[in-house]
């Protein structure tokens, strides 16, 4: 009975792990660019491969729109940069080995191996200079995907990791 009571917690703890982790930012900029005169942005065709559906495109693309809003960009048809998007999954397997030792009256204790997997997701988006059709700016975000959400909770993830890679946009140049 034991036995099965600590394999129930381990299990949910790590369940509870895996849901409560957070998106891991990266971003990477050209800097010698000059971010402080751009003012515009627009949205660039996402490709057939870009491993985004129409629906969460649609939902990327408003929650960039709330965010570059927010910091005082407004989106235009003749934009100073613009806005790339590509998506992908990985499966992952985690492993976990719990209870081995030493018994509490001697000998040797019992113990067991949780594997689970899951998937893991990552958001690029790439900024373009326009003019010169070169990126000078990129972020990304890598998560674990929450299975089985509705669509507000879609939107809100989605939201939230745009929000997060866009924090370190622009970039604070080196002093």
């Known amino acids: 009975m ?16 895996m849901s409560c982790s957070s998106v891991t930012v990266k971003s990477d900029y050209d800097k010698d660019y000059a971010f402080v005169k751009l003012k515009t942005f627009g949205f660039l065709k996402i490709p057939a491969d870009a491993g985004i559906n129409q629906l969460d495109a649609n939902r990327l693309s408003d929650a960039v729109k709330k965010v570059m809003g927010d910091k005082g960009y407004t ?7 613009g806005v790339a998007m590509h998506f992908g999954t990985q499966t992952k397997t985690q492993v976990d080995s719990y ?20 998937d ?3 958001l690029v988006i790439d900024f373009i200079d326009t003019a010169k059709n070169e990126m000078i ?9 929450p299975g089985n959400q509705n669509v507000d909770e879609k939107t809100k993830t989605i939201n939230n990791a745009v929000a997060k890679i866009l924090t370190a946009f622009p970039p604070e140049k080196d002093k």
Do not use: N, P
Not at 137 to 145: A, N, V
């Open 75 to 81: 989106v235009s048809k003749e934009a100073d940069f």
């Open 120 to 122: 893991e997701g990552t």
């Open 99 to 118: 209870g081995y030792g030493w018994g509490r009256w001697g000998g040797y204790g019992m113990g067991g191996t949780q594997v689970w997997q899951y």
């Open 2 to 17: 034991k036995l099965i009571l600590l394999i129930v917690v381990i299990s949910l703890m790590a369940i509870c792990i």
């Open 137 to 145: 700016w990129r972020g990304s975000g890598t998560g674990i995907l």
